[in-house]
Structures are given as structure tokens and as C-alpha cells.
């Protein structure tokens, strides 16, 4: 696997892009099996400003996304949490991240990790063709995903496009942010399944009450 660096700089980085609403044990999870299974150099969190296809209006504000995914990813050296999209105006459009992104790391190839539920939806992205051009994709499965949907999804891709989109299994993501919000609001534990940090940031804001 090629995890070479040149001139001190990773060759592949990962952009690890979600919601984040809360970070648990099954994004970290998903993130370092990429690393490994990549040879990523290192994995960047982006949390999503305003996520493009949301309708739940409840989603916790920005900084509170963004404070939990650093106090989570603090102790990988492999890993660092990036505020751009939470400090761009607008939607979350991962075409302007990615371009960003191609920008500020020129010479490497860039792998946006995602969760392939949102994967799936790729076809409706904003300029998912450019997309392709910039980056790979890596769609995390949950157990019991059928991956015979995402085929079917983005039947309407070139061979040479779809060659852009990898799967990685990953049965840590039985842990969901939605399972977690509802587990806080109906008083149930939530301890092992998202960093203690993370537990006691939630406790102390008073989230998802
Ligand atoms: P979502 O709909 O909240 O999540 C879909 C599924 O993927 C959920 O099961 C979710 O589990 C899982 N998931 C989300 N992020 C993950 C990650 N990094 N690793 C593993 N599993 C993950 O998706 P979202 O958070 O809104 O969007 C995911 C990413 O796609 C974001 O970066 C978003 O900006 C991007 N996106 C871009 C466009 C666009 O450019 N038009 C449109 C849609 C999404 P949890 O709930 O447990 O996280």
C-alpha cells in the first residue's frame, strides 16, 4: 500500500465529512480503518456548516459539532478537525470543500470518507461529476447495508467514475448519532458507545433535551 510521504507531506489525506450530531465511537472508527485500509497520511473531520440535504431543523448549532469532534479526535496524531465549512456562509456543498481542500494540498490525492447512506444520494449532489475529477470517495457501510442499492444508485456512471467510489465495511457504525440524541433525550446510557469527553460535553450543554 502506498503510504509514502514526499517532502514531508502526506501523499493521500482523508476528509472525513459528516453531520457530527454527536461524533461517536463509529465515526472514529470508520476513519482510522480508512487510514489503515487506504494508506491515508492523515484524516481532516470536517463538520458540515449547514448540511445541504438536512430538514431536521434541530440540529445542534455549529459550534457544539465542532468543539465534540475535537475534544473526539484529540488523542490520534493521524487525525485534525478542520472548521471550513462551518465558517463558510451557506449550505455545505462538498464540491466547494473538496475544491478548498485541492487547493490548500496540491500535490495529494484527496478521499472524502463518508457514510454510504449519504453515498447513495450522490447522484443529486451539487456538481458530482467535478467532484469525481478532484477526489475518491469512501462510502462506510453499517452492518446489514445492501450494497447491491449503491450500485444500483450510480448505475448511471462511467466505468472510470465509479472506480472513484470504494466501500469500506464497518461494523463499529451499528452506533448511530440518531440512536445516541434519542438515548440522551430518554435519559438511557450512552457511555462506550462516543468518547467520555464527548459524554460529558453533551451532559454539560444540556443537548438533545
Ligand atoms: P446523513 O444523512 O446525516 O448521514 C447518512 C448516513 O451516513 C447516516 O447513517 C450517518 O450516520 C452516516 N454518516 C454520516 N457521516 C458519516 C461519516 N463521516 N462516517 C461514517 N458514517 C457517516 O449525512 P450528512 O452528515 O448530512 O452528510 C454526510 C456528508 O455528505 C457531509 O459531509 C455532507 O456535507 C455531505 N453531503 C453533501 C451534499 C452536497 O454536496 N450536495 C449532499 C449531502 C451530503 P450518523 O448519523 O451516525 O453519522
Given amino acids: 500500500m502506498d503510504k509514502a510521504t514526499s517532502k514531508g507531506r502526506t501523499k493521500r489525506i482523508g476528509l472525513m465529512g459528516g453531520t457530527f450530531d454527536p461524533i461517536h465511537h463509529g465515526h472514529l472508527v470508520a476513519a482510522e480503518e480508512a487510514r489503515f485500509e487506504f494508506g491515508l497520511g492523515k484524516v481532516i473531520f470536517i463538520p458540515a456548516g449547514i448540511p445541504p440535504h438536512k430538514t431536521r431543523k434541530d440540529i445542534s448549532l455549529p459550534a457544539h459539532r465542532l468543539e465534540m469532534t475535537g475534544r473526539a479526535v484529540a488523542s490520534n496524531p493521524f487525525f485534525t478537525v478542520s472548521d471550513l465549512e462551518i465558517k463558510r456562509e451557506g449550505r455545505s456543498y462538498t464540491i466547494d470543500t473538496v475544491q478548498e481542500m485541492r487547493r490548500l494540498f496540491p500535490g495529494n490525492d484527496l478521499f472524502f470518507i463518508t457514510g454510504a447512506d449519504a453515498v447513495l444520494e450522490i447522484l443529486t449532489w451539487r456538481n458530482v461529476i467535478g467532484l469525481l475529477e478532484i477526489c475518491s470517495f469512501i462510502a462506510a457501510t ?68
Wanted: proline content about 6%.
Fill in 142 to 209: 453499517r452492518p446489514g447495508f445492501k450494497l447491491e442499492s449503491l450500485n444500483k444508485s450510480l448505475s448511471h456512471l462511467s466505468h472510470q467514475q465509479l472506480s472513484k467510489i470504494k466501500t469500506l465495511e464497518v461494523p463499529a457504525l451499528a452506533i448511530s448519532s440518531t440512536d445516541i440524541r434519542k438515548r440522551v433525550q430518554e435519559g438511557r446510557p450512552v457511555k462506550y458507545l462516543l468518547p467520555e469527553k464527548v459524554e460529558e460535553y453533551i451532559y454539560l450543554n444540556r443537548l438533545y433535551k
